[in-house]
């Protein structure tokens, strides 16, 4: 099971300079999902790091795999 700093940790290194500007994070029961508070969602991030592997994967691909939108996810302190 990957933490969240790790899943932190995954996710900066995986965004490279895009992740200069994450700074809201989110908690699922399978997931982290890393963004941008003003962010349109297209693109690199929202960035999803799943908690069974830390395997970095793409936002609307993992929350339609799941059936599961934002408003299922809590907000946690990032």
Request: glycine share 8%; with cysteine; proline share 1%.
């Amino acid at each position: 099971m990957v933490t969240y700093e790790k899943a932190k940790e995954i996710a900066l290194e995986a965004l490279g300079e895009f992740g200069a500007n994450i700074n809201e994070a989110f908690e699922t029961d399978g997931a982290y999902i890393f963004n941008v508070r003003d962010n349109i969602y297209a693109g690199r991030i929202p960035i999803v790091i799943r908690k069974s592997d830390g395997k970095a994967l793409n936002y609307w691909r993992y929350m339609n795999q799941c059936g599961i939108t934002l408003d299922d996810a809590k907000e946690i302190d990032f």
